[in-house]
């Protein structure tokens, strides 16, 4: 069984840091990975994805990949109040649907 | 942009009734996929299709089935609802022949089943 482990949270950070978001998953084989932000009461939306070891940037938003160490994690800089949702991690292993992290609550304190 | 419709934001059904949750992505995706999500366990992908008339199984699809006849439209029954079939109800669809490309959700149905 394939598994996306996250820590569930809540996440709690002052207005204007870092938060920093991880995962870990299972399958060693496992090539995409993706981060979404999921609002109370509302569906997933795609946020950033990477396919290659290192950092991607965009925006305030980083993803690093480290797939020696099966660890992917989301950094949002200069948090704002409206960053507080849930953040969903998803990785693709192979030929099989996306498998999806149970999230984690981050709050952002104004 | 993507979109994907869910015919119902809101849906309450009585215990024994045969419920429709009809999708419709506008993008020509290929793949298409029902989830339910529930506090505490996630996104749970109950079916999932690649093509016209094709379907198959996800991690939980007992009480559920689905029918996909044209390629932009994916639906989800419950042939006699039950109450622990009470839900959030997300649709997605992806793009291409492979199931690893990013998924984009419909904006849900929150199913109560009486």
């Known amino acids: 069984q394939k598994e996306v482990e996250q820590n569930s949270g809540p996440l709690s950070v002052p207005e204007g840091a870092i938060a920093s978001l991880n995962c870990t998953y299972s399958?060693?084989?496992?090539?995409?990975f993706f981060w979404y932000r999921q609002y109370s009461g509302k569906s997933p939306e795609l946020i950033m994805f990477i396919y290659s070891n290192g950092d991607k940037e965009d925006g305030r938003f980083t993803a690093q990949l480290n797939k020696a160490s099966q660890y992917v994690s989301l950094l949002i800089r200069d948090s704002q109040p409206s960053d507080s949702a849930t953040y969903l991690c998803?990785?693709?292993?192979?030929?099989?649907?996306?498998?999806f992290g149970k999230g984690t609550r981050l709050s952002v304190i104004a | 942009d993507v979109k994907v419709t869910q015919s119902s934001r809101y849906l309450v059904k009585r215990t024994g009734e045969k419920v429709f949750l009809e999708c419709v992505q506008d993008?020509?995706?290929?793949?298409m996929f029902w989830y339910r999500q529930d506090p505490g366990l996630g996104l749970r992908l109950i079916y999932f299709s690649y093509d016209v008339k094709m379907k198959e199984k996800g991690d939980i699809p007992e009480g559920y089935s689905v029918s996909r006849e044209k390629k932009e439209r994916f639906s989800l029954i419950l042939e006699s609802a039950s109450t622990n079939q009470t839900s959030m109800y997300l649709c997605a669809s992806s793009p291409g022949t492979t199931w690893g490309n990013e998924q984009f959700f419909g904006p849900g149905t929150r199913l109560t089943v009486l």
């Open positions: 998803a990785v693709n292993s192979g030929n099989t649907p996306l498998v």
């Open positions: 399958d060693r084989g496992s090539q995409s």
């Open positions: 993008m020509d995706h290929e793949n």
